[in-house]
């Protein structure tokens, strides 16, 4: 029951009020993988150029992350360079994107891969998003995030692969962006008539909430007492969100409830240091215990 994953792979250049890092390796689809592989084998569908440091696929491969579609070609990597403020760590501050090779060249998949029945299209286009998922043969559980940016320029795209997909991840502003309701229960159920079965909206420090026919609930984030760097922690809740539910490989109330509780441990580690330094130095055992100290904030013993 392997999991595949397709978004962008770049290079970042952010400052924070913790410092500035220059050309660390981004990306949502690589976010995502520092996350899920702790409950999948995990595969990476996306584009680089030939400037992509040799290093970090290497890295990848250590965390047992399979590169095989990890198309280079020639031309420049995605690049984006931003900065988050000490008034508002929630919101980045974009100073530039250059999209490089994702211009040109379209992300492929192995035969094997076209097959495989898990996978999350994460940000990145929704016409790229759209070409990738029409490569696969019969997926059977189908993941999505997206952004305000493709919500305000290309929302009909959008709205046509929401149709298709099984889970439907996106933070609160999206939610409320794409439907115009501003309470966040209005708008799960307006996203859920739009066709995805599960939706969960990220609420950043607030935490996250989980709507479906069935099942709804919500659970507040891990406590953090010092953010270095959000970016990527969006993707990483994907990743351990789809990873999770990959594994277990059915969905009802309590393997939701694991996965989201997973999901938001995994994203608390991202924000503690830049980039993925935290994320990729993991075990499993970093994650189960501060797992169980988050479900004890939830649900303390009395």
């Known amino acids: 029951m392997s999991l595949l994953v397709f978004g962008t792979v770049a290079l970042d250049n952010l400052k924070t009020p913790s410092g500035a890092r220059k050309d660390l390796l981004g990306g949502s689809a690589v976010h995502f993988c520092m996350s899920s592989r702790f409950f999948n084998d995990i595969h990476l569908a996306g584009v680089v150029g030939k400037d992509f440091p040799e290093k970090h696929v290497r890295m990848l491969k250590s965390k047992g992350v399979n590169t095989d579609s990890l198309l280079a070609v020639d031309g420049k990597t995605f690049r984006w360079d931003g900065e988050y403020k000490k008034e508002d760590m929630n919101q980045a ?24 029945r898990n996978v999350f299209l994460a940000n990145i286009g929704p016409d790229m998003q759209g070409h990738f998922l029409r490569q ?19 929302r009909p795209q959008l709205l046509k692969i929401i149709k298709k997909v099984n889970m439907f991840v996106l933070n609160d502003a999206e939610a409320r962006s794409l439907t115009g309701e501003q309470n966040l229960i209005k708008a799960a159920k307006a996203l859920r008539k739009k066709g995805p079965q599960l939706v969960v909206i990220k609420k950043g420090e607030h935490g996250v909430l989980f709507y479906s026919d069935k099942y709804s609930f919500a659970f507040p984030a891990y406590p953090v007492e010092k953010v270095v760097d959000p970016t990527g922690a969006g993707d990483t809740f994907a990743g351990g969100l789809m990873g999770y539910l990959s594994k277990v490989n059915k969905v009802n109330e309590k393997n939701l409830k694991k996965a989201v509780i997973y999901a938001t441990t995994l994203a608390s580690f991202n924000v ?31």
């Open 93 to 116: 501050v974009t100073h530039g994107t250059e999209l490089g090779v994702l211009v040109e060249h379209a992300a492929e998949v192995s035969p094997a891969q076209s097959r495989m």
């Open 136 to 154: 696969l043969k019969n997926p059977q559980f189908v993941g999505l995030d997206s952004m305000n940016l493709w919500i305000n320029i290309m």
């Open 272 to 302: 503690e240091g830049f980039g993925m330094a935290r994320t990729s130095a993991l075990n499993m055992g970093d994650v189960n215990s501060r797992m169980k100290q988050l479900v004890n904030y939830i649900s303390p013993k009395l």
